[in-house]
């Protein structure tokens, strides 16, 4: 079964860091749009990087305290149909590497104009790996912190409203630090 064993950090945008990200060798960017359905943990997605869009099924739940993430392709006209169903949307810019075992995806989710309101950095890392690399070079002027591990005010899921998301920015600088 895929388990998914990721790291979240919070990232504070200051215009700089998209551009920067989208100049980098190695860096693929995607334009994600994506709907959560009804049922727990199901959510359906729309994927364009480089002029190539794929749709996607994925299904991701805790099971036995691994997250376990199911992914399959679907036809456009099935994401169409489902999208009718979707509670909450999201559109988003990802940026993403390749970093030796590790895989970075670095999020900047969008409002309808385009402009960024949230931006995360992911690591997903081996199954069985316990302790999250060191944030990269690129990334360390931007970072706010690490987002608490399952903690639930950092799903993409919550973070698709725009509300919460500021909301939760707002409260982590007035803090300094992410708790």
Known sequence: ??????????????????????????????????????????RIRSIDSAGRLRHIFSFKR????????????????????????????LCKTRYSWADGRFHWDIDFFKTGEGRTYFALAEVEMPEHEQHPPQVPACLTSHLVGPAPLGDPRFTSKRLADQSHAERLLAEIRAKGVVS
């Open 1 to 42: 079964m895929p388990i998914e064993n990721e790291r979240k950090f919070v990232l504070d945008e200051d215009g700089q860091l998209e551009p920067r990200l989208s100049q980098t060798p190695g860096v693929t960017k995607s334009r994600l749009t994506q709907a959560y359905l009804d049922s727990a943990g199901v």
């Open 62 to 89: 805790p099971v036995d305290g691994q997250m376990v993430e199911i992914e399959t392709e679907i036809d456009a006209t099935d994401f169409r149909r489902l999208w009718t169903l979707g509670r909450e949307t």
